[in-house]
């Protein structure tokens, strides 16, 4: 639940990651396994060069669609 007021604008919580995802996560293993470091050097021409529009990383996006298949 959204709350609208100044009450909890102080408020943050700080968290890890690791704590929320299981060890045995398919992720973890995927990551654990796979080598994504080629998938730079085969996308690198799709992205633009002067970074005027941000991107999100395409590891990032292989490991989304991992995840809900």
């Avoid at 009450?7 to 045995?24: D, G, K, P, T």
């Avoid at 973890?28 to 060069?49: A, G, K, M, N, P």
Wanted: aromatic share 12%; proline share 3%.
């Amino acid at each position: 639940m959204i709350v609208k007021g100044r009450e909890n604008r102080e408020q943050f919580e700080i968290f890890s990651i690791e704590e929320f995802v299981l060890s045995e996560h398919l992720l973890r293993q995927i990551d654990s396994t796979v080598d994504f470091t080629h998938i730079y050097e085969i996308i690198e021409d799709l992205y633009c060069s002067d970074k005027i529009r941000p991107s999100i990383d395409p590891v990032v996006i292989f490991k989304m669609v991992w995840s809900v298949s």
